[in-house]
Every structure is written in C-alpha cells, then in structure tokens.
C-alpha cells in the first residue's frame, strides 16, 4: 500500500453540548484533543492541524508538533470549520486532507493512512471508513450511524435508522444484522481541498436536515463518497461524561 502525501485537520469546538470543553477534557492527566493528535501524528500526516475556537486549546497543544488554526466560533459544522482551517493553513485545491473529529482519541493510526489512501485510489469525491462487526443493540441505536454501499463500494446511504430493513427476519423476531449488508459508520473522511471548499458551499440538503447528517450532502448533490472496511477497529470516541469515563478506564487497562 503506497500512502500518499496528506493532512490531518481536528476540528476542536470548545463547547461542545454534550460534553462542554471537550478537547480539554483531561483523559490520563492530558487534554483529550492532544490523543487525537498523536493519532494523528503517528499516521505520518505531514502536517497536523487543530481547527479551534478558543485560546485556551492552542495554549494546550503548545511544543506538541501541532499547528493550530483559530477559527471562529459561530461555525455551524466541523465541515465549515476546516475550510476556514485550509484558507489560513494555505493549502492548494489539490492538497488530500483527512478530517479527524476531535473526539477520537483512540483513533488508529492504520485507519486514518487507509482513507487517505482510499481517496487516492479511487479518484471519488469524498471518502470514508466503516466496520462490518455491527451488534443488534447498534443497529437500532440512532447514535451510531449506519452505512450502505453498492458493489464498487461506493455509499449508497447513511442513516441513524437500521439499513438495510431485514424484512423477514425483523418479523419473525430475530433482530441481529444482516450479515454484509449493514455497516457501522466512522466518522472519519478524506477530500481534496478543492471539494472541501465546494462541500462548505453547498446548502443544506432536506435529507441532510432529516438525519442531521452532513455527510448526506454529498450524496444529494450527485457526489461519489468511497467507503472502505477500517483495517483495525476503531474504539467509541468521547461524547459524553460517561464516554470520558470508560475511555480513562480503557486507558487506564493499557497501562
């Protein structure tokens, strides 16, 4: 596997609403939005980039090999957040960036080179990441997101509600996933800058305003979203105080 040469850009809003001051959440005594970093960083990334909202997250990631971007705070999505993070890291049309969301701080580093390389070897517009080890309880729980593709790989859909419908199965009472059929979603994607900036501009699909997905977007306006099968798991990112719990837990068993 050749890995291209790319970026990585966090987006790190400050007060998230379920977890306010998120990227500076202490997780094994350091801010969480520095883990997400070190992914990053050990991904071979050739630049990392923080997009922030607040001081005091730049202060945080000071003399650790980052570079961070202060973006404004009224930016509605992370996707506005890292086109205003391109413009001041002045990056070209053509530069590949990977959109790691600031609360993954378990991130595998072989998960972020694999949509990179994804994007480069397809040629689509966008490309993303998903898991085919998808539980009952997942399948049903409108906080994961689900995924369905074609057979060139291609997204066919995403949503918070279980895709595909086991029509049969579901009525007879089995409730476990078709087994192919349906993939847990990681929100992790890569682009070119150039349709990063095309993506920010786009306006809000009805789709997209249904699921409060934005990725659903792209799909509306007729684009190609690639999706590969992460090569390692990914562990549950940090959304909650109870998330932040099991992941100083987690990080605790590592040692």
Known sequence: ???PDFVVAIPARHDAMRLPGKPLRLLAGEPLVLH????????GAREVWVAADDDRIAKALEGNGVRVAMTAASHISGT???????GLA????????????????????????????????????????????????QLFDPNTVKV?????????????????WHRDAF?????????????????????????LRRFAAMPPGRLERLESLEQLRVLEAGCRIAVAITPEP?????????DLARAEARMAARG
């Open 90 to 137: 002045r990056w070209s049309d053509d530069t590949l960036v990977v959109n790691l969301q600031g609360d993954e701080p378990f991130a595998p580093p072989a998960g972020i080179q694999a949509v990179a390389v994804l994007l480069a070897d397809t040629g689509a517009d966008m490309a993303t990441l998903a898991d085919d080890r998808i539980e009952a309880g």
């Open 234 to 242: 990914f562990p549950p990112g940090v959304d909650t105080p109870e």
């Open 36 to 43: 997400v970093a070190r992914r990053a960083l050990a991904a």
């Open 171 to 195: 009525a007879a009472g089995n409730r476990e996933p078709a087994e192919g059929a349906c993939m847990r979603h990681i929100g992790i994607y890569a682009y070119r800058v150039g349709f």
């Open 1 to 3: 596997m050749t890995i």
């Open 80 to 86: 506005d957040r890292l086109a205003e993070c391109a």
């Open 148 to 164: 369905v593709s074609d057979a060139n790989r291609n997204a066919l859909y995403f949503s918070r509600a279980p895709i595909p």
